[in-house]
């Protein structure tokens, strides 16, 4: 459609009944207006609540659903636990320990030329890195037999795959038994993170107890004097908005950079050629291995030193950003936004869609060459004349994502880890050429 009506900046899309029309935004500079603070939207133009159909997944306090100062509070609390800093300080470790099964995994794989499902292991990671990094917890998720998986993790996906086809858009009244499955596995997965909160939080009175004081949980319970039930159910539903926001949004960045990189010779090898220099060549005599280099002091420096991967990365975002954002102006008179075809009033009678897939994919900031998966586009001097808006897989302004550092973090060291040809855990050479990749989207 966009393609048809001459690649505008905006157009709308009218499925009225259905939904609201959706004013579906190419261009980086609109949606620039819309993600931002301004002096009439202090925190840009609020989010729709298009997310509520699947609360049950996230909880009703989710910062999903929360606008203004209720969620400026929530983010307020959860952000020190995010920082940059603290994540490659306090976190690094364990965002680095979840990586051992998932090698071991795909090392199995690999000696037994089985195929198997990258996408369910690199997602189980995922889900492993959240619950370590969030709450200190081991969810288990990680098992080449997937009977052994975790409780909590088992029944979240089974949660999710109750939305998995067209019952998302079904009212309860025509689903009832879903929506009874949904409310009882809600409960079961909410009573198990009460536990967890509760513990930190007794942990957290202790004096001097180091244990689980670097959890993004501990932090955001900081100065909380006593676990109101308000309190606990709000972190609850934080909880399970980072297991959800942050699972296959990673994964599928993983996934689709292996898939790019196995495709792309040129770029493989710039990135081996990178991590010999940062690590030294494969199998060099008493060099440490890559995770004992991560782990030991300046260990975050080396992933600062990633400049290769993290623009293999940025293409792969922006190739196949995982998200979006979906905006719901409140006033009925609408705002104005600026467009290289004249100004457009989007009132509360329209949602307003941030469309990565065009924002990412527009000829005029990318050039001729900017459906190709081209890493060197973002290494100097090429990449400064790339606007800063112009790339926004995490969105950008007030609303962007709490998660976006831990993302970036956990996908260089896994492609970091997977490319070295041996298993840093095990010394055993992985036989990449039976990782036989086959793309079934
Ligand atoms: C490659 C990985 C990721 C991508 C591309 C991504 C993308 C995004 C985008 C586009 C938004 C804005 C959504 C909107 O406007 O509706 C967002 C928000 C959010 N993301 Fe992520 N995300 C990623 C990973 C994560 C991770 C790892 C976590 C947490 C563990 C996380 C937690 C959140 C949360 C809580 C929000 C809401 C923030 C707020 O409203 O203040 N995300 N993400």
Redesign the pocket.
């Known amino acids: 459609m966009h393609e048809a009506l001459g690649r505008p900046p905006l157009m709308l899309l009218d499925n009225w009944p259905i939904v609201k029309p959706l004013a579906v935004v190419a261009s980086h500079d609109v949606a620039e207006q819309v993600s931002q603070s301004s002096s009439l939207l202090k925190y840009s133009v609020p989010?729709a609540p298009t997310v509520e159909r699947i609360a049950d997944l996230f909880g009703h306090n989710s910062?999903?659903l929360k606008q203004n100062e209720e969620?400026k509070a929530v983010?307020t609390r959860f952000n020190p636990g995010f920082a940059p800093h603290h994540l490659m300080t306090s976190l690094l470790p364990m965002i680095i320990a979840a990586t051992k099964p998932y090698l071991d995994i795909l090392d199995t794989f690999s000696r037994t030329g089985e195929a198997f499902s990258f996408d369910l292991h690199t997602t189980n990671l995922t889900f492993d890195v959240?619950g370590a990094v969030?709450m200190g917890e081991d969810l288990r998720s990680q098992h080449i037999d997937q009977a052994l998986e975790g409780d909590m993790i088992r029944m979240f996906k089974e949660m999710i795959s109750t939305y998995a086809d067209d019952k998302l858009h079904l009212p309860w009244w025509l689903n009832p038994w879903v929506s009874l499955r949904r409310r009882r596995l809600g409960n079961h997965i909410s009573n198990q993170l009460r536990q967890i909160v509760r513990r930190h939080f007794e942990s957290s009175k202790v004096p001097n107890n180091e244990s689980s004081s670097k959890t993004i949980l501990a932090l955001s319970l900081q100065g909380t004097q006593s676990l109101t039930p308000r309190v606990l159910e709000e972190t609850c539903d934080q909880l399970k908005?980072?297991l959800f926001?942050?699972h296959d949004?990673?994964s599928t960045?993983i996934i689709w950079t292996i898939y790019e990189l196995s495709r792309t010779p040129h770029a493989m090898k710039s990135v081996r050629d990178e991590l010999d220099d940062i690590f030294g060549p494969e199998g060099a005599p008493d060099s440490l291995s890559i995770h004992e280099r991560l782990l030991a002091p300046g260990g975050d420096a080396l992933i600062h030193r990633m400049s290769y991967i993290s623009a293999a990365l940025k293409e792969v975002?922006r190739l196949h950003?995982?998200?979006?954002?979906?905006r719901a102006p409140s006033m009925k008179e609408g705002f104005v936004v600026s467009t290289s075809q004249g100004d457009y009033n989007l009132n509360n009678e329209t949602f307003v869609y941030l469309n990565h897939y065009l924002i990412h994919r527009d000829k005029a900031v990318y050039g001729d060459d900017a459906e190709l998966f081209n890493p060197e586009r973002w290494l100097q001097p090429m990449g400064n004349n790339i606007p800063t808006s112009a790339w926004r897989?995490?969105?950008r302004g007030p609303?962007?994502?709490?998660?976006?550092e831990?993302?970036t973090i956990e996908?260089r060291i896994v492609i970091a880890m997977l490319m070295k040809v041996v298993n840093p855990y095990s010394m055993s050479a992985r036989d990449s050429t039976k990782l036989n990749l086959s793309c079934t989207q």
């Open positions: 989010k910062i999903l969620w983010r959240i969030a908005t980072f926001a942050g949004t990673t960045t975002l950003s995982p998200a979006g954002s979906v897989p995490f969105e609303r962007n994502c709490i998660g976006q831990l993302a996908a």
